[in-house]
T-cell receptor, first 112, second 111 residues
Framework: KAGVTQTPRYLIKTRGQQVTLSCSPISGHRSVSWYQQTPGQGLQFLFEYFSETQRNKGNFPGRFSGRQFSNSRSEMNVSTLELGDSALYLC???????????FGQGTRLTVV | KQEVTQIPAALSVPEGENLVLNCSFTDSAIYNLQWFRQDPGKGLTSLLLIQSSQREQTSGRLNASLDKSSGRSTLYIAASQPGDSATYLCAVVPGANNLFFGTGTRLTVIP
């Protein structure tokens, strides 16, 4: 059974650009969550989707957005990139709410 | 607001030693608690999930306990090995499907 797959693994972008990250959950999992990990702030929750609906959102500016498709794959988008957006972005999937969460390997975003 | 604290921040032990990692949380109204390990630059690997109605879970050399009333969880690692070296993170789920993470404990097992 394939795990959570995130693409791309690494990205380098320039300030002001936008970026789209992709996450394919474990087959059958309908909940997908996104997290940002930085050395200073640790792991912070971005948002969670279930059956194409955003159910929960963390405390991030509106430049951070996401969506989920009918096959449960999810994308997150960051517009007008800032240097402080450099981080490891992690995606997690779970079967249902409150079930064990499984993480992908992450996308390392560097903004220069 | 839920806050999760892990002590110690870093720990070095000789191979073969048993050890305990601590996790405390401020709001006892949690749905479950999950322990993860993270290797440098990598994603998180799930180790154990404890439902709020459970007191402990075991997997191989790992045993995790949960005391909701006191807001504490411990991860016990028996007979530590160099391959156990990683950062260990605990996360609580308050109800909605988002995890609140602790700051982690960086474990080094010395051969």
């Amino acid at each position: 059974k394939a795990g959570v797959t995130q693409t791309p693994r690494y990205l380098i972008k320039t300030r002001g650009q936008q970026v789209t990250l992709s996450c394919s959950p474990i087959s059958g999992h309908r909940s997908v969550s996104w997290y940002q990990q930085t050395p200073g702030q640790g792991l912070q929750f971005l948002f969670e989707y279930f059956s194409e609906t955003q159910r929960n959102k963390g405390n991030f500016p509106g430049r951070f957005s996401g969506r989920q498709f009918s096959n449960s794959r999810s994308e997150m988008n960051v517009s007008t990139l800032e240097l402080g957006d450099s981080a490891l972005y992690l995606c997690a999937s779970s079967l249902v709410e409150g079930a064990e969460a499984f993480f992908g390997q992450g996308t390392r975003l560097t903004v220069v | 607001k839920q806050e999760v604290t892990q002590i110690p921040a870093a720990l070095s032990v000789p191979e073969g030693e048993n050890l305990v990692l601590n996790c405390s949380f401020t709001d006892s109204a949690i749905y479950n608690l999950q322990w993860f390990r993270q290797d440098p630059g990598k994603g998180l690997t799930s180790l154990l999930l404890i439902q709020s109605s459970q007191r402990e879970q075991t997997s191989g050399r790992l045993n995790a306990s949960l005391d909701k009333s006191s807001g504490r969880s411990t991860l016990y690692i028996a007979a530590s090995q160099p391959g156990d070296s990683a950062t260990y993170l605990c996360a609580v789920v308050p109800g909605a499907n988002n995890l609140f993470f602790g700051t982690g404990t960086r474990l080094t097992v010395i051969p």
